[in-house]
Structures are given as structure tokens and as C-alpha cells.
């Protein structure tokens, strides 16, 4: 049985916003029956881009998240809901009845992801619905996938089969919750979000005293006391590392083309750029906060 | 005289016919039905030998013909000779003969004018009766086209309501998208015209609430009686009639002209409004100005200031205000860059300009090749967000500090390119002494330009070496070759100096070599001509657009002059009002000189302002130094403001009377995507795809609001100009037809098709006749060989085409133009001298009392004013305003420690203040700013003063009443927004919400 699916490649997200304003163009003032109330005009995000930074100084990252309802085929609202207010169809695609799910604010606070939206002046609970109305009139996709500039989100219509498959081969994820829904979204390179970096400069004096970036230093990191790998500081003298936990304890070992080398150790609470590691003249153990 | 019998009696049955022509297209159409019901009148024609002659009397939507003269016809059309009328009298007639006609006086119109209107437009709907346009859909909608600001966009339509908007993705009957073959790779475009957020909210305006849906009168002020110019944007507003309003705009206009004389009546308008050849303000309202007589609000090259006052010295490009050109460089980039420094460059946010996001592809092409991005900015901006690479954080205003260090660490290295030096450019030595400290024994070293920028000098020593060594282009500026950022500041001459110094020494126009951040320079046919809107619509402005260039004759139409030569320059309007008079320096494109002398104002033997014909309503949240427009506002010597405007926003409430305009969605009109022409040749080359637009009359317009050319031929068709305005009742479906024909388009579709479709996209020029690189002929020593129409003919030195419009034909590192101006403004020397800003961390006891600078940039959700506030969808953007306590502020972004300092947290309500205002904001406290800087974005729509315990506050967001309305030097009249200084404190007083009573 061929299902919806959508991706979202997080690494991709501009975070212009295309999507959320074209969720609100489709419901503000439209009425769908059977599959969706109007959306008040203004302070409801149905669909909604939150922003993730990592790092500080002038080593950071951005990540963009798109966050919808999920579809999920374990819902929670689902079971939440009463007299079938909010059901899955056949095709993955989960709908609130406008109707039926008057009063039933229930539904919206079952959510783990916080996707629903209570629509108090009409009483329903209300979630982006993958423009099931649209994909039944014979549109190929939903709008979210059509106005993304950068081809971050991707619709897909597959046996379930396949589409694991999919997640397996390009190591998708999907939002954490702290329960397993079954989703129906799924997401590309989330590790940028919930994973840690390790990032810094390194420099030294050369010998008339002036500070020069050391270029293609190698930097090996130990994350409590196993090696994790080596790379090679850039032109800036530049290294960062990534995928790391939250918590840790680190060690880099730092040689430079010029035969210095230099360690350094501390303990990583979240992102971190170190900042300037500066490689004396001799080999010493440095000691990082 | 076989002929002229066999004409007069052609003539004779045509004239018999017309009535049951017009009751057929009736029945047809209607639009014919609706206007024909719409006026009562007796319209005559004949010949002026007397030889044929016939009248019509329309009653109630009823024709009566009758032969022979009628006493006292309300239209009385005279041709000379039969032939002259038959030519004229057709469904569609050659315009050149029409227009001849008119100006040799070969037809005149006697009677009233606006019957005359009436009639012409009956017999244009007539003509264009059962055109169809839009495209039915499954659900029983219609799909329309229209383009905006952001993109093109399909708008459905269903039960007279507009129901969706969205991209337009390219079909298969469209024509083929080009491919680019670059490092053993092949890359072709999307299909889509991409858009930016700006395109998506537009539903959200046109139905917002703060639609003006009548005209509006002050309920103090009494044209014939008390005015009460010190209550304009305090006063409320009663809704009145057409007639009303117009008797009123009308009157005073004569009122201007015989109580005070030519120069009374002044025009503004906004940089950039909606799409539309024809409604344009270069179109419409200008034709409309012309036919007045008026003041003209003169532009400053406003996002072009340091590229314009600055940096064209060394190279030219005065046609294009300076700003470096771009043919052929994404093609060039892609196969030979191997770096792209971004310097004041978020392409991100501003999207070129109108270009949608069609080019966040291509620098994805880039990012996918291996080609390293850094980005030289106080902000890590949404371009390094997305793409990431090595951030430079710096001080703004202090960018050519860096520049100089760098400069001057290719010459410690000998890292420059010394042949292209030698060959191509002349000063080098002077400035060469200059950068190692000969001239002033200061040696412009990375440690020199430290405590400047804040730039560590290894740094800037790693950039400079990473430059040298590897084929780098310079994104410099928001569109890669100019506009915005670091341009707009007390450094922005000397910075936008540097770029292009930058590039001399590096070898300018060599493979990989180049301006650009993918920004623009895709592979597309530049030679099918359709008009931009610089190219003047349907205004017949020879002088003040550059309609004399292709569009004049392209389509014959009347021209119209404006005789008044008194200019005012919108920035220096408040003290124009409040002083009485100004100088400045205009813009003029047209040489490196033209920039050197000022203009007065008033000029010698004209009148002062005293009505303000304000189109639009942007000042407050784009003008520097805003509070000084509110001012000029209430000034007494103003007797009369009218607004014609789409939104009650910004300074609608400082008028006497508003006009409704409707939104491009209610009203027809065709446009090419991105086509500015004028100052910005082939702006349009930032596109995917070429594509061409009809913007279709979706819903009829809301409420009383008519579009922006029907108010104006209603104005004029009171002073018994209408026929002349709409050139004998050319509606604006007639016009867009006339503009259809003057284009290349009919040689490649038919109108009916075009029509019908909505659009038409242009297909790129097949690969052996690739556009060639910018530059490129200028660095291998032969001809220039790219499609730009400049430099003029008298500016080469040698042959024409050979070399640069530069005194000595090459590229100058110590301009010889400066060094003719330079003793009248020491700021502005010859040498590209570092001379800190003057309102920046070298300000003293300024700096001391407002320690942060304040840096506000093209805002990336909206485009200018026009898609923000209104309660339009953009507010729910949360990095466009944030929702604190029910109100959406304006966002301003500031560094944690700066934050910590100040006890503020993650959306707090803040004050921004100096000594020129204070505006609240929402902080968004985050490492994506350097310490020291705060930065927004401009362009808010919204001005919003309360009254407060700390007196007056902007509640809306408007941080331009915060900058100084100092220009860059004395003779260099560009703003400076991006010298500002600041303090911010948390807002205590967030229940404070009355409006202001001052």
C-alpha cells in the first residue's frame, strides 16, 4: 500500500520561512471541509521553523528545523481523540475532523512534538494536513515541498517497506520525544542539532615573534580517553570536530608541520569552540576549561 | 479621387456598422456591458470638409445613431480626411499612425473630456471583447498569473475570492532550461521561478485589514477654512467620496499653480513598489507629474552609495552607479573559482533584487564543487548560515581597514598579480607607497588594522595568503556586484573603493577571477528585448527615464514633459520643507563628472513646496533620521498633503485626503520578471529562466480602491486632461497590449496565446553563443566585448570599445576624477585614504554615552515596506518580529555578552535609543552577532508612537529614526544608515499603549 512520507534535510533549511508562510496562504481564510477549518490570520503556526546555533566566537553553526505535525501511525492524538475525531487514512495521512473535534482540546495536548494547535475561538485542535484536500484534487505533492528553495523537504508516496529502506541507507531520524509515534516525517542530519561539536584555532609565534595561524596541523581528539580520529587544521588554522555527546571529557593532541606539538584536555558541556589554542615554542601540556 | 470616394464611403459604412459592432461585443463581454450602462452622452464624428458626419446618442446603455451634426454633442472627433479615420477606427490600430494623427493634429476631440475618455475606453473594451485569460482548474477555480516583488506566482481564484497562491513551476511546453558544464559536471536549473518569501504573504496583504477601502479626509482640515498642519498624524480620518476627494485634490492643484506658481506641487514616491509597466511609478505616476507640472522628488542612488561616490572613479561604470557588471560569471565561477569571499554579502536575505531565490541553487552548485565560502560581516548572516565556511566578524564601518591590510600583505608577499598591474592599471606606485606607509609613515599592516576591526592579524594574513593563492571571486555587496551593507556607511566610498582596488590587483576579469556570489551572470538571451521599468511604461518621459533608449519608439506614444526643473532629493526633503532650502548632488548616471555639482533648491524663480502628491507611504522606516520627515510634515508652509496609498500604514496618517490604490493582484498589467532596465542593465540575468507576465485582475479591486493609473486619469480628466493621460481612453488592458506589441514577443507568441497562459518564458541562447565574462576583454588587452550599452561613445579615450572610461583609459588606483574634485571635500580624497567614521568607535564622548553600532540591512521576509505589518502573515516569522505580551515587534539582535551586560534575555522587550529617537524591539540575544554590533533589518512598515514615561517611543519597529541623516562627505551625498550609535536598555513600561498626542 503506497503511503506519504516526507523528508526534511535539515543541513539543506535556509530558514527563509517559504514553507510556514505558504501553510498559512493554503488555510487563512479557506475552508476544507472534512479536512481542515479555516486557520486563524494570525498566531498559529500549523507549520513552523525553529532555529538551532551551535558554538561561540566565531566558530558556530546554524540549523534550521522545520517542525509539522508528523502524521504519526502511533498517534497519540489519535488515541486521544473521542468518537473518532482524528483518524488515519489509508494513505498515512492523519485528519482532525473539524466537526467532530469540537471541544476536544485533548487531542492538542496529547501531541509529544507540540504540532497541534487549539484553535480557541472555533474549539478544534488543528494540524498541517500534508494538503491531503490538495493531493485528492490530483496535486503530486504537498506546497511545503514545492516552495522550499532549496530542496529540503521532499515528499514521498511508497510502500512502507521501501521507505525503510530509505532511512536506513541515508541514516534518517526523526524528532525526538521521548516516545515512540511512528512518524511519518522524517529528518536528514538532526545530529547537527542534537549532537556536539569540538572546534579551534590553532597558532604560534613564528620566529620574529609574529602570530601566524599554524595551516595543516594535524589535531587528534579523545573523547574520555578513546581516540575518535585526527583531521588537519585549514587555511585559518581552523579544526572542528562533530558527532560528539553532550557531555564529555576530550584530549587533542596537536602536531604542527613545524615540529611543534602541544595537548590540550578539559571537559565539553554542549558546542565549543576553544577559541585560539596557541602552541608555545616548546612542547607543554596546556590545560582548557 | 476614385480614393477618397471608395475611403469616404468605407468610412460611411464603418460609421453605420459601429452600433451593432458595439452591441455585439456587448453581448460578448461584460466589461463592454458594464461601461456602456456606465455614461450618458452624444458622441459625434465626421470629417472636417463637413463631407460625412453621423452622431450617437448612448442613453441607459442603449445606442441611437443618427446622421448628420447633433447642436451640442458631449465628444466631437474630427478627422482630416477619411483614410486618417479609417486607419484610426480599427480594432487594432497601428500606433505609430494613431499617434501621428494626434501630433500633426490630424484628429482632434472637442467637447468634454472625460466623455471623450468614456467613448475611447467603450471602443478599446469593443476591441478587446472575448479575450480570455486565466486557466480553469478541477475544482472549478481559475488559476490567474501575477508577479511580485519576490517571484512569480499562479493566484487561484474561486466565488470572486482569492484562495492560494503559488510558485509557478515550468511545464513542458516551456521553453528548455540551459546547462551549465562545469569541472567534469553538468548543471541545469530547476523549473520553477523560484521565489522568496516576498511572494508568499501576498494573499495575507491584499484581504489585511489595514486596507484603505475609501478615500479618507482629516477630519480637521477644511480646504476652505482651518487646515491644522500641526495635527497631520494625530488627527483621525472620516471616510468621504470619490467626487469629494477628488474636487478637493483637484482644487488644490489649481490652487498650487495660481497662488503660488510652478514648483508648488511636489510628487513622492518609494524606490520600488509593485510590478506593472503600466502602473508604475515610473509609468503612471510620472506621466500623471508631467502633465501637472511638479517638483520632482529626485532619487539618491540609494543601496549604490559607496560604489556610486566612490568606487566608479577608478573604473567607470557610471550607467550602472558604479557597480561592477556580471555577464557570463556564474558559468565562470563554477568552472574557475576557487573561492568566494562574501563581504557585506547576504544574498540569503536580499535575494539580489527581485530575483526570488533562484540563485540559492547555484551557490549550492558552488558549495557541492568544493569551492570554499568565507564571509567578511558583523553578521553571521543567513548566507553563512546556510552554506557555512570561516566567519570574519568585524567592526562595522571599519571594512576598509581590512581591506588595506590585506592589500597591503599581497604586496609584503608579492602576492598580487604585478603583469595585470602593469598592463592594465595606472597609480599603483602612489598607492603602494601609501599602503606600506610611505606616504604618511603609517604601514597599513594586520596588526595596524586590529584595534580597528577587531580582526586578529593572523587572520587577516591566512585570508590574504588563502586569496592570493587560490582563483577568489568577491561577493561584494548583497548582489555580488554592489548594493547594500558595507556601501551605506561614513566608510562606504572607501570601502566599495577598496573592492574593486582589490580586484585590480588581483587580476580582474581572468578566469576566476570576478565580482559575484552566483548572484547573477546565468547563460540567457539579452537581445530579446521587453521593456523594464526604468524603460518608462507608458509615461512618455524622454528625460527622466530611459524610455528614449528602446521603448520611445518602440511603441509610439505621446510624450510628455514636465517643465518644471526644481528637484528635491529625498532625503534632504524634511529640511527642504523646514529650512526652505537645500543643496545636494544629484544622481546622474550618465559620467564619472556628473556626480561633482550640486543642485539648489528652490531653483532661481520658483516656487516653494507647499502640496505633497505623496505616493506610497515608506519614509519612516527607510528615510535616515525619520523623525525629521514628521517635522516637515507639520510644517505650515505644507498647505496640502494627499496620500495615495494600498495599506493605512508608516505615513498615510500624516495626510489631508488618501486615495485607495489597489493592490497588482486587482488590476491588469504585464511586466518581465526582474527586468529593471535603466541603471540596472539586464537585471534580469540573476534569473533561471527569462519569463515574461501578465498580472491579471483576480479579484475586482476591494472596497472604493481603484488602481493607481485610473486615479490618476480621474484626477486629470478633471482638469480636461484625460484623453491626453490615457492618450484617447487606452484602459490598461489596452496598454499592456501596446506594450505586448513594442517587445519581441509577438515574433515568437501570439497575444491570444500570451493571454491566455498568463506567461511566456524566453528561451536561453544555445552554447556556441555563450555571453561573454565580464572584464575578460579588458584583462586579455582586446575590445569589449560584452552586451552593455556603455560606456558613451565620448568616454573612450582610444578607439571605441578599447579600455575604460578612466582619463587614462585603464583602471586607476588614484583616480583622475577625484584628483579634479578633491580640494572641495577633504573626505573625499583621490588617494583612498582610511579615515575612520565619523559616528563610530572613534566618536569619543558619543561612543562612550551609545557603545553599540547599530547595523540594519535589506530585510529578507520582506521586500521594503510592502510585505510587512499589516497583520499580514509575515509578522508570524519569528526572526521577521516576535510576539511578546500580544505585539509583534521588530527584532534586534544582539550578542550574549552584550546582552549579559545589560541583564537582558532571549525576547526581552528592549529600548534602542541614541540621541535621535528610541524605538522598542524584541532582543534576540545569540553568538550570531559580534559583540559591539547590534544588528535588524530596515523597512519597517509599521510606525507606531506611544506616549511613555520616557517620553515619545516608535513601538513599530522603525530604526530609521535611530541613524544619522549625515551623508558619506560633503560632496558625496549618499546615506550613511550604517554609522550609527546605540544604547539598550529592557522596556519597563510594556503596558504603556496610547497612541501619541505630542
Not at chain 1, 41 to 60: C, Q, T
Not at chain 2, 479 to 505: D, E, P, Y
Not at chain 2, 974 to 982: E, F, T, W, Y
Request: charged share 20%; aromatic share 10%; proline share 6%.
Amino acid at each position: 500500500m503506497s503511503k506519504w512520507h516526507l523528508t526534511v534535510d535539515v543541513a539543506k533549511c535556509s530558514g527563509c520561512g517559504n514553507c510556514q508562510l505558504t501553510v498559512k496562504d493554503e488555510h487563512i481564510g479557506n475552508d476544507f471541509p472534512g479536512y481542515a477549518a479555516p486557520q486563524p490570520p494570525l498566531g498559529h503556526n500549523w507549520l513552523k521553523v525553529e532555529r538551532y546555533v551551535r558554538g561561540n566566537g566565531s566558530m558556530l553553526d546554524v540549523t534550521h528545523v522545520p517542525k509539522m505535525c508528523n502524521h504519526c501511525d502511533d498517534a497519540p492524538c489519535v488515541a486521544a481523540a473521542r468518537n473518532g475525531a482524528a483518524y488515519k487514512r489509508s494513505d498515512g495521512i492523519t485528519i482532525i475532523d473539524p466537526v467532530k473535534a469540537k471541544g476536544q482540546r485533548q487531542i492538542a495536548e496529547a501531541c509529544p512534538y507540540g504540532v497541534v494547535s487549539w484553535n480557541e475561538d472555533a474549539q478544534i485542535p488543528q494540524i498541517w494536513i500534508f494538503d491531503a484536500h490538495l493531493l485528492d484534487q490530483g496535486w503530486s505533492s504537498p506546497r511545503v515541498a514545492q516552495v522550499c528553495p532549496t530542496g529540503a523537504i521532499e515528499a514521498i508516496k511508497c510502500d512502507d517497506g521501501v521507505f525503510a529502506g530509505r532511512v536506513a541507507a541515508e541514516n534518517l531520524t526523526t524528532l525526538p520525544a521521548g516516545v515512540q509515534t511512528k512518524p511519518r516525517v522524517y529528518y536528514r542530519n538532526l545530529s547537527r542539532v542534537t549532537d556536539s561539536f569540538l572546534g579551534g584555532n590553532i597558532c604560534a609565534a613564528d620566529g620574529s615573534g609574529q602570530i601566524e595561524n599554524c595551516v595543516g596541523a594535524k589535531v587528534e581528539l579523545s573523547i574520555d580517553g578513546t581516540s575518535v580520529g585526527a583531521c588537519v587544521t585549514d587555511g585559518f588554522g581552523d579544526f572542528k570536530f562533530d558527532g560528539l555527546p553532550p557531555r564529555a571529557t576530550y584530549r587533542l593532541q596537536v602536531d604542527t608541520v613545524d615540529g611543534r606539538a602541544e595537548s590540550f584536555q578539559g571537559v565539553l558541556e554542549g558546542s565549543r569552540n576553544l577559541g585560539s589554542l596557541f602552541i608555545k615554542r616548546t612542547t607543554a601540556k596546556s590545560e582548557m576549561r | 479621387m476614385m480614393k477618397r470616394t471608395l475611403h469616404t464611403l468605407a468610412l460611411t459604412a464603418l460609421l453605420r456598422a459601429l452600433p451593432g459592432i458595439i452591441k455585439i461585443a456587448a453581448r460578448r463581454d461584460k466589461r463592454v456591458r458594464d461601461h456602456l450602462v456606465s455614461s450618458d452622452c452624444v458622441v459625434q464624428i465626421r470629417l472636417r470638409d463637413g463631407s460625412c458626419a453621423r452622431h450617437y446618442i448612448f442613453r441607459r446603455g442603449s445606442i441611437t445613431a443618427r446622421s448628420g451634426t447633433h447642436k451640442s454633442p458631449d465628444v466631437d472627433m474630427v478627422f482630416k480626411t477619411a483614410a486618417v479615420a479609417l486607419s484610426m477606427m480599427r480594432p487594432d490600430p497601428d500606433y505609430a499612425v494613431v499617434i501621428d494623427a494626434l501630433k500633426n493634429f490630424k484628429v482632434t476631440a472637442g467637447g468634454h473630456d472625460k466623455q471623450t475618455v468614456w467613448f475611447g475606453e467603450l471602443m478599446n473594451k469593443v476591441a478587446a471583447a472575448g479575450w480570455k485569460a486565466g486557466t480553469p482548474m478541477k475544482d472549478g477555480s481559475m488559476r490567474y498569473t501575477a508577479l511580485t516583488n519576490g517571484g512569480p506566482i499562479f493566484v487561484y481564484v474561486a466565488g470572486g475570492k482569492i484562495l492560494r497562491t503559488t510558485p509557478i513551476d515550468l511545464d513542458s511546453t516551456d521553453a528548455p532550461s540551459w546547462t551549465i558544464r562545469a569541472r567534469g559536471r553538468t548543471f541545469t536549473p530547476r523549473r520553477q521561478a523560484v521565489p522568496s518569501p516576498h511572494a508568499l504573504s501576498l494573499k495575507s496583504l491584499v484581504y489585511s485589514e489595514k486596507r484603505i477601502l475609501t478615500p479618507l479626509k482629516r477630519v480637521d482640515f477644511d480646504p476652505h477654512g482651518a487646515r491644522n498642519p500641526q495635527n497631520r498624524g494625530i488627527s483621525r480620518y472620516e471616510p468621504i467620496g470619490w467626487d469629494e476627494a477628488l474636487d478637493i485634490v483637484c482644487g488644490e492643484i489649481r490652487r498650487m499653480k495660481r497662488q503660488h506658481g510652478p514648483g508648488a506641487i511636489a510628487v513622492f514616491n518609494p524606490a520600488h513598489h509593485q510590478w506593472g509597466n503600466v502602473n508604475y511609478w515610473l509609468s503612471a505616476l510620472l506621466r500623471f507629474g508631467n502633465l501637472i507640472g511638479t517638483t520632482r522628488m529626485a532619487f539618491s542612488p540609494i543601496s549604490w552609495e559607496g560604489w556610486y561616490w566612490g568606487a566608479m572613479h577608478h573604473f567607470g561604470n557610471s550607467i550602472r552607479l558604479g557597480s561592477p557588471g556580471f555577464y557570463g560569471t556564474v558559468e565562470d565561477c563554477l568552472e574557475n573559482a576557487e573561492m568566494i569571499v562574501f563581504w557585506s554579502s547576504d544574498p540569503e536575505s536580499t535575494s539580489g533584487v527581485y530575483a526570488g531565490a533562484e540563485a540559492t541553487q547555484r551557490r549550492q552548485w558552488a558549495q557541492s564543487l568544493g569551492i570554499e565560502f568565507v564571509h567578511i560581516d558583523p553578521h553571521y548572516n543567513k548566507t553563512a548560515q546556510l552554506f557555512g565556511g570561516k566567519w570574519i566578524p568585524i567592526k562595522p564601518g571599519t571594512d576598509p581597514a581590512l581591506a588595506l591590510a590585506i592589500m597591503h600583505q599581497w604586496i609584503i608577499d608579492g602576492t598580487y598579480d604585478k603583469d595585470y598591474v602593469e598592463r592594465r592599471t595606472d597609480g599603483f606606485s602612489e598607492w603602494r607607497d601609501y599602503l606600506l606607509g610611505v606616504t604618511d609613515g603609517v604601514a597599513k599592516t594586520p596588526e595596524w588594522q586590529e584595534a580597528e576591526t577587531g580582526v586578529p592579524a593572523k587572520d587577516v594574513r591566512s585570508l590574504a595568503r588563502a586569496w592570493s593563492k587560490r582563483r577568489t571571486y568577491l561577493g561584494a555587496g548583497g548582489a555580488g556586484a554592489g548594493f547594500g551593507g558595507a556601501c551605506r556607511s561614513a566608510t562606504g566610498a572607501q570601502w566599495a573603493r577598496c573592492m574593486v582596488q582589490m580586484l585590480a590587483m588581483q587580476g580582474w576579469g581572468k578566469p576566476g577571477v570576478n565580482f559575484g556570489n552566483l548572484q547573477f551572470g546565468t547563460p540567457m538571451d539579452l537581445n530579446f528585448y521587453f521593456p523594464g521599468y526604468a524603460d518608462g511604461g507608458i509615461s512618455g518621459d524622454v528625460i527622466n527615464t530611459a524610455s528614449v533608449m528602446h521603448n520611445y519608439n518602440r511603441m509610439p506614444h505621446l510624450a510628455t514633459i514636465n517643465p518644471v526643473k526644481q528637484q528635491i532629493q529625498r532625503q534632504h526633503f524634511p529640511e527642504a520643507i523646514i529650512n526652505g532650502k537645500c543643496t545636494g548632488y544629484p544622481w546622474d548616471g550618465m559620467s564619472l563628472e556628473s556626480q561633482f555639482p550640486s543642485y539648489e533648491y528652490p531653483l532661481p524663480g520658483h516656487s516653494p513646496v507647499h502640496m505633497l502628491y505623496r505616493y506610497g507611504a515608506s519614509s519612516l522606516g527607510t528615510v535616515a533620521n525619520s523623525a525629521r520627515m514628521i517635522e516637515a510634515y507639520r510644517h505650515p508652509s505644507l498647505e496640502f498633503v494627499v496620500n495615495q496609498s494600498i495599506w493605512n500604514e508608516n505615513e498615510v496618517g500624516f495626510a489631508d485626503v488618501v486615495l485607495p490604490s489597489c493592490t497588482a493582484l486587482e488590476r491588469w498589467d504585464i511586466c518581465e520578471w526582474s527586468n529593471s532596465s535603466g541603471y540596472i542593465v539586464h537585471n534580469q540575468n540573476q534569473l533561471n529562466h527569462r519569463m515574461v507576465l501578465m498580472q491579471n485582475p483576480c479579484i475586482e479591486p476591494l472596497g472604493e480602491s481603484r488602481s493607481d493609473y485610473r486615479i490618476f486619469a480621474d484626477i486629470l480628466t478633471r482638469l480636461g486632461l484625460g484623453a491626453m493621460y490615457t492618450e484617447g481612453g487606452c484602459d490598461e488592458l489596452t496598454w499592456c497590449k501596446r506594450i505586448f506589441d513594442s517587445s519581441d514577443l509577438p515574433k515568437v507568441v501570439s497575444w491570444k496565446d500570451f493571454l491566455r497562459k498568463g506567461y511566456h518564458v524566453i528561451p536561453p541562447d544555445p552554447d556556441p553563443m555563450k555571453v561573454p565574462v565580464e572584464m575578460r576583454w579588458f584583462s586579455e588587452g582586446r575590445k569589449k566585448d560584452t552586451p552593455e550599452p556603455s560606456p558613451l561613445p565620448s568616454q573612450y579615450i582610444d578607439d571605441f570599445g578599447s579600455g575604460l572610461p578612466t582619463q587614462s583609459s585603464k583602471f586607476e588606483f588614484v583616480p583622475n576624477s577625484l584628483k579634479r574634485h578633491e580640494a572641495r571635500d577633504p573626505r573625499r580624497p583621490a588617494l583612498n585614504r582610511y579615515i575612520p567614521s565619523w559616528e563610530g568607535p572613534n566618536s569619543g564622548t558619543e561612543f562612550a554615552d551609545f557603545p553599540l553600532q547599530l547595523v540594519t540591512s535589506h530585510p529578507p521576509y520582506t521586500f521594503h515596506t510592502y510585505n510587512d505589518g499589516k497583520r499580514s502573515t509575515t509578522n508570524d516569522l519569528e526572526d521577521h518580529r516576535m510576539l511578546v505580551g500580544g505585539y509583534y515587534y521588530w527584532v534586534l539582535r544582539m550578542n550574549p555578552a552584550d546582552a549579559a551586560a545589560r541583564k537582558l534575555t532571549h525576547r526581552d522587550v528592549v529600548k534602542v535609543f541614541n540621541g535621535r529617537a528610541a524605538v522598542l524591539c524584541a532582543v534576540d540575544v545569540s553568538p550570531l552577532v559580534v559583540q559591539g554590533t547590534v544588528k535588524a533589518y530596515e523597512s519597517c512598515a509599521e510606525y507606531d508612537p506611544i506616549q511613555t514615561p520616557e517620553g515619545v517611543v516608535d513601538r513599530g519597529g522603525c530604526l530609521n529614526l535611530l541613524t544619522p541623516s549625515r551623508s558619506i562627505s560633503s560632496t558625496a551625498d549618499g546615506i550613511a544608515p550604517n554609522s550609527c550609535l546605540v544604547d539598550v536598555r529592557r522596556w519597563e513600561f510594556q503596558g504603556a499603549t496610547e497612541r501619541v498626542a505630542m
